[in-house]
């Protein structure tokens, strides 16, 4: 479904806007409108605690990754989180993506899909290799290829994506389309029926 290598355009000016967080808003409204499957913009502290078991929201903090949380119909299972950076040769956008990074997992999500947009995440620039370093630790166990050879390849529990510009709609919505697919999400479509 999806190509897994999208294009890697060449880097524009810094001014233009380099972010795929608008278009992955965009397209995961479009999706809603399109499944079966529950979807939350986030979760605060106090349902954190509720679906971690504890009886207290204390020192906890909300997860809101950009693209929302999709779960299943029980609204049990967290299926698919995802999340855009966009990051220059320096800054800390990838450190704050740990955060979401250790509560969605914490929370038992099965993929976590992190769209990667400008300069920072190329050319060994520190957010790139910080990220790098990440999917070989956090992807061990589904045997994740290491260094820049896991960019734009779909597996295990954490998928990352980058482009130099902006992803277009249609590749934001393929990844995401795999993605749910892959956590066995059935009956996704709500035209399905309608077409056979």
Known sequence: MYAHQPAVATPTKTSEALQAEPLLKQVTQTLRSETNLQWYRGFDAPMVAKRLGLNTSEGLVGVYPDGGIWTDVSKRNLLVASEAKQQGCSGNAIERWYKNEAMLMALGTQI????????????????????????????????????????????????????HTQPTATEIRQILETALQKTGAHNTDRTTAERS
């Not at 956090?138 to 482009?163: C, D, E, I, M, V």
């Open 112 to 163: 976590y899909v992190t769209f990667c947009t400008g300069p920072g995440f190329f050319n060994n620039h520190r957010p790139q290799r910080i990220l790098e370093a990440s999917a070989a630790v956090l992807n061990r166990p589904h045997q994740q290829p290491a260094g820049k050879h896991f960019w734009n390849t779909p597996s295990g529990s954490h998928w990352f994506y980058r482009w």
